[in-house]
């Protein structure tokens, strides 16, 4: 526009020029002015529109403050100069004006752009990011407030630090200010009882700051963790299916360390530093304004060489711990699962995988550490440079009688301090960016609600433990388009044993874990006693309906504590009687602690059957009204079984549901459930169903159920 305009002006004033000259001469300057004025209300309505409409990039400004100290900026002061020196404004200085007016807030708005932290951090969400920054850091303040006391302490005890570290240059160039002219013994004593007090009382002060704030640092950071992970456990098992257990941990253990950072290290340091500059600048200024001047000629390049530093250097920081989490990960999983490793002898293969996961993260370290040694290069040399020319200046100063010697170290000695300062500055803001990033994933898990329907409250005294299936069909989460059980129905009698049997894949798991409400039939529904399970309080449901997997899942730690796991009011007498019951005792004695012999790394000194016995005693020493067996003594021996079984039968008012493929398990079942891709496809006592000769009896025909004891 400022292009067009001249041009079009330029012509429409060369037209003019005759008539005016005649007409309106001794009117001319008004009418220049009232051209560059129409011209400018003409510029506003059609910038705005066209900034309003036109997308163009971030760093071209386009707000209406801009738009109109662009249009209006030039034409107020050449009419402010013609009422106050009489100047004659003309259309080309007019012109030339508004095109100069583009420069700096173009200039001022591309390095805002570039370098804000904000717009560094999401540049087409900036007021939003700003928003939930504020809100993030609110609410840590928020969780924060227990430790409000030493928090309060700490910030009491950094201003007591500051007031001693900035005095203590000063006095450096008094010492030597006094040693270089006339010495006075009791000047010089002075300057030097004031700067050891100075040095001293700071450093007890910076001590105790640095303990509080640590202290509380680490209580935020517990208090962080455990609302973190009492929120993490809570979610549904289909959550810990589709997230990665590594990213769970490293937001348990970075994030929240770095969250907490922002709040008891991070403030801290950043006002640290902002006091200090301001202490260290006003000292500076009264030492000599000359060359504080000087030395702002070198902060901002400082401040751009730590900007784009800390930006690179956090992200690659980030990125060489996501790197050494996964190679921990590589090595955590090669050794879990070491036997298989070497039965396959796939140590080669295992070593060239970890070194893979190994040779990605030295690439991201070296990157990581090329780029710090770049930016010490980069701000030595500014230093160095800021320092030549503060020495050439200050000799001259000296030289002039402006400035003493002692003064010159003083301000020497800040200006090192202030371009540490601002460094710090800077990478604090850009942690603390990064830290709202850390912030941001951490109540993202905090707040997620648990996809399944809540617990309800109800507990009864007399629970008689009949379960009913009634027309359930089923989606595992992650896999929305397949059904894994299709409209199915049966009914668990209490005292009575029921058989879920059918080919792999048919849906009897699934089945377990809707009982157990790891998920949530999307049709029909699961009723205990008639009620909907989510209807039960959740601890209640659990000690009446208890499960022992195939693999089951025992904690390092004795005999005793993985039997009472989950249940706290459990005598000794009943922790003895479920071993026995699970005929776990006799083996348990034998050990060399008895019940409080160690069972080793999720139980790797007991054999599999002798995990799957002490499972057992841990679900029946919750009393439970309904056992669910999966596969729960495929590792057991026959005799030992049939006594379990025996025992099971005696306990009174328990419904047991086992899942086997075994026939000596099912065939004693005073109910068998064959269940076929999703599908009940028939039901009855074992006799029954050989009679039918349907698909129980085609399962025995095909070896599908072990029916070496099949007559
Ligand atoms: N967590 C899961 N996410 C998605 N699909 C699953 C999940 N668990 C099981 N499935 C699928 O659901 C179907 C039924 O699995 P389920 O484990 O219930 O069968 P099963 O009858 O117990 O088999 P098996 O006798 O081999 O233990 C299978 O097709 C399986 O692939």
């Known amino acids: 526009m400022d292009i067009i305009f001249p041009i079009s002006l330029f012509l429409l004033d060369s037209c003019l020029n005759h008539l005016s000259a005649k007409l309106f001469y001794k009117y001319y300057p008004y009418e220049v002015l ?23 990039p971030i760093w071209i400004p386009s707000g209406l403050i801009y738009i109109l100290t662009l249009c209006l900026s030039s034409t107020l002061y050449q009419t402010l100069r013609l009422f106050y020196s009489s100047q004659v404004p003309t259309i080309y200085l007019g012109l030339s004006n508004s095109l100069l007016n583009h420069i700096p807030p173009l200039l001022s708005c591309l390095f805002w752009n570039l370098f804000s932290p904000y717009v560094l951090l999401n540049k087409t969400d ?153 202490g260290v600048y006003s000292f500076m200024f009264s030492l000599s304004w000359q060359l504080t001047l000087l030395t702002f000629i070198s902060s901002p390049i400082t401040w751009i060489i730590q900007k784009l530093y800390s930006s690179y250097h956090q992200d690659l920081v980030q990125k060489v711990q996501e790197s050494i989490a996964k190679s921990s990960d590589v090595a955590k999983e090669i050794i879990e699962s070491v036997k298989t490793v070497h039965s396959f002898a796939a140590e ?61 170290v003083s301000f020497i000695l800040y200006q090192m301090e202030s371009g540490d300062y601002i460094r710090t500055l800077v990478h604090m803001l850009s942690e603390i960016t990064h830290s709202a990033g850390a912030a941001q994933k951490v109540f993202q898990y905090m707040d997620r609600t648990p996809q399944v329907s809540p617990a309800g409250s109800l507990c009864p005294d007399d629970l008689h433990g009949q379960i009913e299936f009634k027309n359930v069909t089923f989606y595992y989460p992650s896999r929305l388009d397949v059904p894994v059980l299709k409209d199915i129905s049966f009914t668990l009698h209490p005292g009575r044993v029921t058989a879920l049997v059918g080919p792999s894949g048919g849906g009897k798991t699934t089945c377990v874990s809707l009982l157990e409400r790891f998920y949530e039939p999307q049709e029909g529904n699961i009723l205990l006693d008639g009620k909907p399970l989510n209807e039960y ?67 790797a000194q007991l054999s599999a059957g002798q995990k799957q016995r002490v499972a057992l005693a841990r679900a029946l020493a919750r009393n439970p009204k309904l056992l669910i067996l999966d596969e729960a003594s495929s590792c057991l021996d026959a005799d030992t079984e049939q006594q379990i079984q025996q025992c099971l039968q005696n306990i009174l008012g328990l419904s047991v549901l086992i899942i086997a493929h075994r026939l000596r398990t099912v065939q004693k079942a005073d109910q068998i459930i064959v269940l076929k891709d999703g ?23 095909g070896n599908l159920l072990e029916n070496k004891e099949v007559n």
């Not at 293969?349 to 550490?369: C, F, G, I, P, W």
């Not at 701000?379 to 002692?406: C, D, E, K, P, W």
């Not at 022992?548 to 504590?561: C, N, T, Y």
């Not at 169903?689 to 085609?698: F, I, S, W």
Request: glycine residues 6%; contains cysteine; aromatic residues 10%.
């Open 34 to 56: 009232g051209f560059l004025w129409l011209m400018s209300i003409i510029k506003i309505p059609v910038l705005t529109i066209i900034s309003q409409r036109l997308k163009h």
């Open 126 to 278: 900036e007021p939003k990011s700003k928003t939930k920054e504020m809100e993030y850091f609110l609410r840590l303040l928020n969780y924060s407030r227990p430790d409000c006391l030493p928090l309060g302490g700490a910030f009491l005890f950094l201003t007591f630090a500051l007031i001693g570290e900035v005095f203590i240059p000063y006095y450096m160039g008094r010492v030597i200010d006094i040693l270089s002219t006339e010495y006075k013994e009791s000047d010089f004593l002075m300057a030097m009882l004031s700067m050891a007090v100075f040095s001293i009382t700071s450093s007890i002060f910076a001590g105790c700051r640095g303990g509080l704030f640590m202290f509380s640092l680490s209580r935020l950071t517990k208090r962080l963790r455990l609302l973190l992970f009492r929120s993490v456990v809570q979610q549904e098992i289909s959550f810990f299916e589709t997230t990665k257990s590594g990213e769970i941990v490293s937001r348990l253990s970075n994030d929240t360390a770095r969250v907490s950072r922002s709040i008891a290290g991070n403030v801290n340091i950043t006002i640290r530093m902002l006091v200090k500059c301001l």
């Open 537 to 603: 309080k959740h601890e209640y449901l659990h000690s009446k309906v208890a499960l022992v997997a195939q693999e089951p899942i025992l904690f390092a730690g004795s005999v005793r504590e993985n039997i009472v796991y989950g249940c706290e009011n459990i005598t000794e007498e009943q922790i003895k009687e479920a071993a026995r019951k699970a005929k776990a005792e006799d083996f348990i004695s034998g050990m060399e602690k008895s019940y409080d012999s160690d069972v080793g790394d999720s139980g």
């Open 679 to 701: 599908c009940l496809v028939e039901h009855g006592t074992h006799d029954e169903l050989v009679k039918q000769k349907g698909e129980y009896y085609g399962l025995l025909q």
């Open 348 to 408: 080669e293969e295992e070593a060239k995988r970890y070194e893979k996961s190994l040779q990605e993260t030295h690439e991201l370290q070296t990157r990581r550490d090329f780029v710090t040694a770049f930016y010490l290069l980069a701000t030595r040399i500014v230093n160095l440079m800021t320092q030549v020319a503060m020495l050439l200046y200050g000799q001259y100063l000296i030289q002039s009688g402006f400035i003493t010697s002692g003064k010159m």
